[in-house]
């Protein structure tokens, strides 16, 4: 059983950054594969970025950065030049399956933090 709970949305205009972070607790953590997801409304979830093969969409590569501090049990997401079209809800993932966690079907799943990007 894995917990997940992220913080650090918000609202900012384009050109802005913001920084979110997602503590993660549980049994044996650091097994566990763990990556960002966001879903804008009327939209599908989409995966944003995994530490494994270092996946990042297209539309935010060079602009976000995922990484792990596992002495903090903690899931970071650095996002730089915001666009509106950032605008979304973010979620952290985790499950012990890659596979399961690149497809979006991963078992664990935090509640979620608002971005609200503005032009």
């Known amino acids: 059983q894995v917990q997940l709970v992220e913080s650090g949305g918000g609202s900012v205009q384009a050109g802005g950054s913001l920084r979110l972070s997602c503590a993660f607790s549980g049994n044996a953590v650091n097994r566990y594969y763990i990556g960002w997801f966001r879903q804008a409304p009327g939209k599908e979830r989409e995966r944003v970025a995994t530490i494994t093969n270092n996946y990042y969409a297209d539309s935010v590569k060079g602009r976000f950065t995922i990484s792990r501090d596992n002495t903090k049990n903690t899931l970071y997401l650095q996002m730089n030049n915001l666009k509106p079209e950032d605008t979304a809800m973010y979620y952290c993932?985790?499950?012990?399956?890659?596979?399961?966690?690149?497809?979006?079907?991963?078992?664990?799943w935090g509640q979620g933090t608002q971005v609200t990007v503005s032009s």
């Open positions: 993932a985790a499950d012990l399956s890659a596979a399961r966690l690149v497809t979006g079907t991963a078992n664990y």
